[in-house]
């Protein structure tokens, strides 16, 4: 079981690919930049790549510049880069991308040398690395990250999805824009407007502009004694699964196929067709508690659930239900000599087989009919079920689709 948590962890992470490394956190809070204020352009920078030999600030004034911070192990970054050439290319008069990376010229040379991806797309924005000082003014912990300048000022300070055709050309027409702040070292408190003589209580608000991301935490303050309780900027579902997950810890994926909405609209419980920061700022939501509860964290996790059961007017629970699957089972042993496996990983157990099939997002919720711990199997990539199954066959396993009942989280509205 422990192997399967920790995998899921470790895949999770690697989901999320957005960089967290930084080359330095030693902020000059008098230096940083905000919304409204003048931009402060570099005195000098390191300009590898593009059509740019140095950078007339001056003369770009009349554009929209984006500033996008990256790392080179930054999937997400990379991912978006295509998108971010396409703008150049289609809005070359009105707006210029600077792609810009704490990292030295040799680390830059071989990414983008050695990078097949960026070069299948022709990306070639002008980067500036080895940068400190435009860090200095738009410090941040999480990569992408964007700062937009129009006109001399900053106008925003935002997250990779808010970078589109239509956001530009309204800057553009209107002179200013209303984007969600990405601000990495913002605090949630929504406590501040109430009596300043509460000491416990439930507080739950819409989105908070600035507050980065934060999914439930439970801590204890050692002076107070208070148990302190918070969400910030998530979806209703997605903070009620991270109280599920302690109450419950989970043994597998919650998949879409293992969830049944009895709902009147669930797509304003979670954002199932990833529009990001522009879906989380209309129906995101926060949460804090605060409470003198000397109890688990299970405990705990059951009295937040039932804060977001009762404010929101929905209930979930656990059942079952017959619903598609892949079956995982034992079969007989086919030897393959042809087979070849190159790049492989080791999993362990079929439960490391069923993880690996969820996780690959191509098919539904996995029923382990093996139930091996032990065995140790290296598999390659695969497109289809036939090709995995050339794969697992050699071990004396199958996958099949079908239908049988299993455990599905259902959410219904009172």
């Not at 209703?236 to 009147?264: C, D, E, H, Q």
Request: hydrophobic content about 35%; proline content about 4%.
């Amino acid at each position: 079981m422990k192997i399967r948590i920790i995998a899921t962890i470790i895949f999770v992470l690697a989901l999320l690919q957005i960089s967290y490394s930084q080359n330095s956190l030693d902020i000059e809070r008098g230096k940083v930049l905000s919304v409204g204020s003048d931009f402060i352009s570099p005195t000098s920078v390191a300009l590898m790549r593009g059509d740019f030999k140095q950078i007339d600030w001056k003369g770009l004034e009349n554009k929209v510049i984006i500033l996008d911070f990256f790392d080179t192990f930054c999937g997400t970054c990379i991912s978006s880069m295509p998108k971010l050439q396409e703008l150049q290319n289609k809005l070359a008069d009105k707006i210029q991308i600077f792609n810009i990376s704490w990292q030295d010229r040799p680390t830059m040379d071989k990414f983008f040398n050695e990078n097949e991806y960026l070069k299948e797309h022709k990306v070639n924005l002008p980067v500036i690395y080895d940068d400190k000082e435009l860090f200095s003014l738009f410090p941040h912990i999480g990569k992408p990250h964007v700062a937009i300048i129009y006109k001399g000022k900053v106008k925003a300070i935002t997250f990779h999805r808010s970078i589109n055709e239509e956001n530009l050309l309204s800057l553009i027409q209107n002179g200013s824009i209303d984007l969600p702040l990405k601000d990495d070292f913002g605090k949630g408190d929504l406590q501040s407007s109430s009596d300043s003589q509460v000491i416990a209580g439930t507080w739950i608000s819409r989105y908070q502009d600035g507050v980065p991301i934060q999914a439930l935490q439970i801590k204890r303050d050692s002076i107070s004694g208070q148990n302190i309780s918070s969400v910030y900027n998530r979806s209703v579902f997605i903070s009620i699964i991270n109280a599920w997950s302690i109450i419950k810890p989970p043994t597998y994926l919650r998949l879409p196929g293992r969830v049944v909405w009895k709902v009147r609209d669930s797509s304003i419980y979670e954002d199932f067709n990833k529009q990001g920061e522009e879906w989380i700022r209309k129906y995101g939501i926060c949460y804090e508690r605060k409470d003198f509860n000397h109890v688990s964290d299970s405990v705990q996790a059951r009295a937040i659930l039932n804060d977001l059961h009762s404010f929101f007017g929905i209930k979930t629970y656990y059942s079952t239900r017959v619903i598609d699957c892949i079956i995982v089972e034992p079969c007989d042993i086919k030897e393959n000599p042809n087979l070849k496996i190159t790049n492989g990983f080791k999993v362990t157990g079929s439960g490391g087989i069923s993880l690996m099939i969820e996780w690959s997002g191509k098919f539904p919720p996995v029923l382990d009919r093996v139930k091996s711990e032990k065995t140790l199997y290296t598999l390659g990539g695969f497109k289809n079920l036939e090709e995995l199954n050339q794969q697992l066959e050699v071990y004396g396993v199958k996958a099949k689709y079908g239908r049988e009942e299993m455990e599905v989280l259902v959410v219904e509205e009172n």
